[in-house]
């Protein structure tokens, strides 16, 4: 795996926003140890946690809310 097609996808990999294929395939190429992207993942883990602080907390539709807790109780 290459690091170009990379670039576009970090914060989308932080947040869980990618398909489990997806996300194995960044997973690997960061268990590989690439500098450049370590840096990159970095970095864009700061980008999340400083937009995070700047959204407002929102309360999900109930059902929305059971479906979720429910798919991470299955991990």
């Known amino acids: 795996m290459g690091c170009q097609h990379l670039e576009d996808i ?3 990999f932080l947040l869980g926003a ?9 997973r ?4 590989r140890g690439c500098p450049h ?3 990159r993942i970095r970095e864009a883990a700061e980008t999340v946690y400083l937009l995070s602080l700047t959204s407002k907390p929102a309360r999900p539709n109930p059902q929305v809310k ?5 798919g991470l ?3």
Do not use: F
């Not at 059971?66 to 429910?70: E, G």
């Open 18 to 26: 990618l398909s489990e294929q997806g996300t194995l395939e960044v």
């Open 66 to 70: 059971t479906k979720l807790l429910h």
């Open 10 to 12: 970090y914060e989308l």
């Open 37 to 39: 992207c370590l840096e």
């Open 73 to 75: 109780h299955k991990k």
């Open 28 to 31: 690997e190429h960061l268990a």
